[in-house]
T-cell receptor, first 114, second 114 residues
């Protein structure tokens, strides 16, 4: 299977620090989507962003920003001025158009300390 | 109205028993999934159905049998439960492959096998 790799298993920062979560994906498809999901301690999976393979424009939403680089097959996620409420496990995922298949990375556990 | 609902939310049972987890979505989506999240938070796809047809069947023991009576429901039946089946099982749905592939998740069903 084409993998999604989140090399950082755990990250710990102090509140107000910026933090970047890395994601590298594999695909043989030309059409695909990339996602980030957040899983807070309560356990639900919260959708954060979707980016399609033809749109390499970076995106900013409040304190969150995403950097999509097709040349390096990466889709990194940055939280600026982190807050304690950002503490969660963050998953990167790739959806393949050809076989309607969503694959997740192993997740990065982010802990933001006060 | 909950978009993707799973029941039960918690299930504690003995080894060797048979159990089912039900999932229903009211979003009109064509595709439904089952994911297993283990204790290390790894989200692994198990099955995917599109319009009641099985399209993804990962390497899952045949003790696990999905059943989709209609496109709004995807149930998971597990026979002869083992300790290693303890996990959180997430149901999800998405629109047809022609669209963006965003997954809508249920709240998860935590299965504990004693």
């Amino acid at each position: 299977a084409q993998k999604v790799t989140q090399a950082q298993t755990e990250i710990s920062v102090v509140e107000k620090e910026d933090v970047t979560l890395d994601c590298v994906y594999e695909t043989r498809d030309t059409t695909y989507y990339l996602f980030w999901y957040k899983q807070p301690p309560s356990g639900e999976l919260v959708f954060l962003i979707r980016r399609n393979s033809f749109d390499e424009q970076n995106e900013i939403s409040g304190r969150y920003s995403w950097n999509f680089q097709k040349s390096t097959s990466s889709f990194n996620f940055t939280i600026t001025a982190s807050q304690v409420v950002d503490s969660a496990v963050y998953f990167c995922a790739r959806w393949s158009y050809n076989n309607n298949d969503m694959r997740f990375g192993a997740g990065t556990r982010l802990t933001v300390k006060p | 109205d909950t978009a993707v609902s799973q029941t039960p939310k918690y299930l504690v049972t003995q080894m060797g028993n048979d159990k089912s987890i039900k999932c229903e979505q009211n979003l009109g989506h064509d595709t439904m999934y089952w994911y297993k999240q283990d204790s290390k938070k790894f989200l692994k796809i198990m099955f995917s159905y599109n319009n009641k047809e099985l399209i993804i069947n990962e390497t899952v023991p045949n003790r696990f049998s999905p059943k989709s009576p209609d496109k709004a429901h995807l149930n998971l039946h597990i026979n002869s439960l083992e300790l290693g089946d303890s996990a959180v099982y997430f149901c999800a749905s998405s629109q047809d492959r022609g669209l963006s592939g965003e997954l809508f998740f249920g709240e998860g069903s935590r299965l504990t096998v004693l």
